[in-house]
């Protein structure tokens, strides 16, 4: 007896079996199809793709604002998102960076953008064996005849950042919360500590590393260290991680409307992070226009005129950094002031320094 | 002898039956989310063995998964609990990684070398939990999770000293590599390394310590029951100790082979790396034997590395993915009941 019911079990592993099999006569069928049209969009078409950090796409940060440059360059182009227009590939490890920018370099796009540093090595290796592709590195310098390389001077958008927060802070201590200790992060910071002692050397900066940026509890928890020792402006430069300092903020500015908390975003315009109720702690955000970039990028590409083999800086001067929009936070004179150091640095009158102090490299 | 067929049947058929269900589970979810779960599965199938790329890179995958799985499995049968595979991972790496870069010998001395002082640096960061529970029974659970901290801390710390303040390491020399010209182009340039050569020697390892030695012999009666070995005249400390020693070398291998053939240099990570953890799912779903583990990597490795396939060519995101794979995994583990189900049927059937 017992035998019958396990050659019904068989039967239905059989059965699974075949199905399972049938799926894969299938799908070779279809991976043909695709190819062929992919093939015959792309001769006539532009099509572009990026590949995320482990961050991910919706990080409200930096890969977000790579995305948002995408998505605005396809509909420019009356592009739809999937083979031969534009789309994206989220990487969960660092491991899947490699197999990622190889499945789109293999489905014919054009262009494939890898997002962020620590994609150097993979971008390096991937670059050197599909050669018919185009890539672009944010952040990091690629040195092959198919790729361009993206880099922005982080530091002078945070130096207005800083500016901003020395003018803003009444209790003349300020924060600043870093995510891995590297060389990108470091222009932030540094930026970010000139911009306040431009405005007043006296002011206290609390800078602090967490060491990740994809973990908002440690930032929750730096921050709400920081506030509690009299900090009132947080300067955040950790992707995720800083999303916890906008709860940290938030929750503060719900307990008692009148705290005086505020928090700098970084990257895209945090500004709807902020929000509580109807007051929002961001004071306002420094924006790396990963977007320009990329649309920038996308367009020479197009027309044949891709940069391969460039180093590409953005700085305040081409539109690369900027402050976001403050939405009444900072008061009119503040600004003025502000817009004053913009033209310096613009004009070349203030050199920002890329390291800290005592974080050069030897 | 019917009752042994049956017994055998039955542990074919659990994981068998759990992977179905898991798969039928995760294509409701995708159903429901609005996404074709037939292109989904195919895209998991195509992720996994379409070409000779995704046959490689699954591979590559399973390699780590492998030897994380048999650090586990191999610690648990002494009746230790070693959580501290992945600190023990990761040390390994930079151990590997750094004998890889700093010397410059003939590839003969310079890869084993590469290998053995992953192992070794493995096999230390376990000797200290072991050693705390043989003499002073502070459980390994708790002294391995806090190694796993201080191993991921200490070497950011040393990449960061080794490099200048940098955050990667150099790269291995080529006479430390484990990648081969001849496996890149066999699998169109994947990244599939001999790594898996040592992982599967290692599963032999594995089975012979425990199945043909002495020691083996002595290792398991610990696990069975300590106070009866003891009684018996077997030192429960020196075990505790080798166990986790062999343990931490297994882990220690894993990270060589990320160092040495998948990576070939290490960055400054800001979290774990998972493997260590996905490890204790391995050997579980391996019930702690060495072939078992080569099962449970092979389907962890091959969902791991196929369902970034799911995004790419079936359009689904990432987060239903990761729900799907975690679905088949979790009725996976669940072959307890399934077996338990299948037991009680078998057993109906014989009363009539």
């Known amino acids: 007896m017992a035998k019958r019911k396990f050659g019904l079990a068989l039967s239905v592993l059989l059965a699974a079996g075949t199905l399972l099999g049938a799926c894969g006569s299938d799908n070779g069928e279809e991976a043909k199809n695709e190819g062929n049209n992919s093939g015959g969009e792309s001769s006539s078409e532009f099509s572009v793709a990026m590949v995320t950090d482990v ?3 919706d990080d409200k940060s930096f890969n977000q604002a790579a995305w948002k440059g995408i998505q605005e360059f396809g509909k420019d182009k009356g592009l739809e998102k999937g083979d031969g ?11 899947d960076y490699i197999p990622n920018l190889n499945a789109l370099a293999r489905r014919d796009f054009n262009l494939v953008f890898g997002v962020g540093f620590m994609m150097q090595d993979a971008l390096d290796e991937i670059a050197s064996q599909q050669k018919d592709t185009e890539f672009a590195i944010i952040d990091a310098v690629v040195e092959q005849p198919n790729t361009v390389s993206l880099l922005f001077k982080e530091h002078e958008g945070s130096f207005l950042a800083g500016v901003a927060a020395g003018l803003m802070s009444e209790s003349k201590k300020v924060g600043f919360v870093g995510g891995m200790e590297n060389e990108v992060i470091y222009r932030f910071e540094s930026g970010f500590v000139q911009g306040v002692k431009a405005v007043d050397p006296s002011i206290e900066v609390d800078v602090q590393y967490t060491g990740a940026f994809d973990k908002a509890e440690l930032g929750k928890t730096t921050a709400n260290r920081m506030y509690s020792s009299g900090v009132d402006v947080i300067f955040h430069a ?25 928090v700098i975003g970084v990257d895209s315009d945090q500004y709807d992070e902020g929000a509580v109720g109807d007051t929002n702690v961001t004071l306002t955000s420094m924006l790396k226009r990963v977007d320009v970039a990329v649309k920038d990028i996308s367009e020479k590409a197009m027309n044949g005129e891709f940069p391969g083999g460039e180093v590409i800086t953005y700085g305040i001067a081409d539109d690369g950094v900027a402050l976001a929009d403050s939405r009444g936070a900072i008061p009119e004179d503040v600004m003025a002031k502000i817009e004053e150091y913009n033209e310096k640095i613009a004009s070349g009158e203030i050199e920002v320094k890329e390291y800290p102090e005592g974080k050069e490299p030897k | 002898m019917s009752t042994n067929m049956s017994n055998r049947m039955i542990n074919l058929l659990v994981p068998a039956i759990a992977v179905i269900l898991g798969l039928l589970v995760g294509a409701i979810v995708m159903l429901v989310s609005g996404y074709d779960p037939v292109a989904g599965y195919i895209a998991l199938w195509q992720g996994i063995f379409g070409d000779s790329y995704a046959i490689g890179e699954t591979i590559r995958q399973i390699t780590p998964y492998i030897l994380a799985g048999l650090a586990v499995a191999f610690a648990f049968r002494t009746g230790l609990f070693n959580i501290g595979v992945e600190g023990q991972l990761i040390v390994g790496w930079f151990a590997a990684v750094y004998v890889g870069a700093a010397f410059d010998l003939p590839k003969v001395i310079h890869l084993p070398l590469s290998i053995l002082a992953g192992a070794a640096a493995g096999a230390l960061w376990a000797f200290l939990p072991g050693l705390l529970k043989a003499k002073m029974k502070i459980h390994e659970v708790i002294v391995t999770i806090m190694m796993n901290y201080i191993a991921l801390h200490v070497v950011n710390a040393l990449i960061k000293t080794w490099s200048g303040g940098g955050d990667k390491t150099e790269r291995i020399l080529e006479s430390a590599s484990l990648r081969s010209e001849f496996l890149s182009s066999l699998t169109d340039y994947s990244r599939l390394h001999y790594g898996i050569i040592v992982a599967l020697l290692m599963v032999v390892v594995m089975w012979f310590i425990l199945e043909k030695t002495t020691t083996g012999f002595e290792l398991k009666a610990v696990g069975f029951n300590e106070h009866a070995s003891q009684y018996a005249g077997m030192k429960i400390g020196k075990n505790i100790i080798l166990s986790m020693v062999i343990s931490g070398a297994f882990a220690g291998l894993a990270g060589a082979m990320e160092g040495l053939g998948t990576f070939g240099n290490m960055y400054t990570r800001g979290g774990f790396t998972g493997i260590g953890f996905d490890g204790i799912a391995v050997a579980l779903l391996g019930a702690n034997t060495p072939l078992g583990v080569i099962f449970g990597a092979v389907l962890f490795g091959s969902l791991k590395y196929g369902a970034l396939n799911m995004p790419n060519a079936a359009q689904i995101p990432e987060e239903v993915v990761q729900i799907v794979i975690a679905l088949v995994i979790f009725f996976v583990a669940c072959g307890y009941a399934i077996r338990l189900f299948l037991t009680k049927m078998s057993k109906k059937k014989g009363e009539k």
């Open chain 1, 238 to 262: 950790a992707g995720g991680t800083g999303n916890g300092v906008f709860s940290e903020a938030k929750e503060r500015k719900a307990n008692d409307p009148d705290a005086n908390v505020w």
């Open chain 1, 85 to 95: 227009g534009f789309d994206y590939l989220q990487s969960a490890g660092e491991e």
């Open chain 1, 55 to 57: 961050g991910g796409v």
